[in-house]
């Protein structure tokens, strides 16, 4: 058992004295960074302020979201609807009549 444990210490020992490199100084260590310690100002906070951290939203503001986004799309699709009836009954009008409008002004009417 003698053998084992000094040969794992022989092992340690060499490892140690292979490791002839220089541990890296902490930044709060450095003078470099004592000068970087001092008051910011808002130009330099503002450059650091934009976080890549998602934030989170709540139940509600999600449900409003996706209320919002239904309700446009049943809103879009009722003006398409009321758009082409009117562009067809205004085919069938003849060409001379004076209320018959082009595509262009219903379609500007409906969105309004």
Sequence with gaps: MDLTNRSSSENVDETLEDDDQVAPTPRRLL?????????RSA??????????????????????????????????????K???????TNNKLADGYPNKK????IVKEVLV
Excluded: F, P, W, Y
Excluded at 82 to 88: G, K, P, Q
């Design 43 to 80: 130009e330099d906070t503002s450059i650091s302020t934009g976080s890549s951290k998602r934030s989170s939203r709540s139940s509600k503001e999600v449900h409003q979201v996706q209320a919002h986004v239904i309700m446009q799309t049943k809103k879009e699709s009722k003006a398409m």
């Design 102 to 105: 082009s595509i262009n002004s």
């Design 82 to 88: 009321l758009a082409t009836s009117r562009i067809e």
């Design 31 to 39: 003078d470099v960074a004592v000068e970087d310690n001092r008051k």
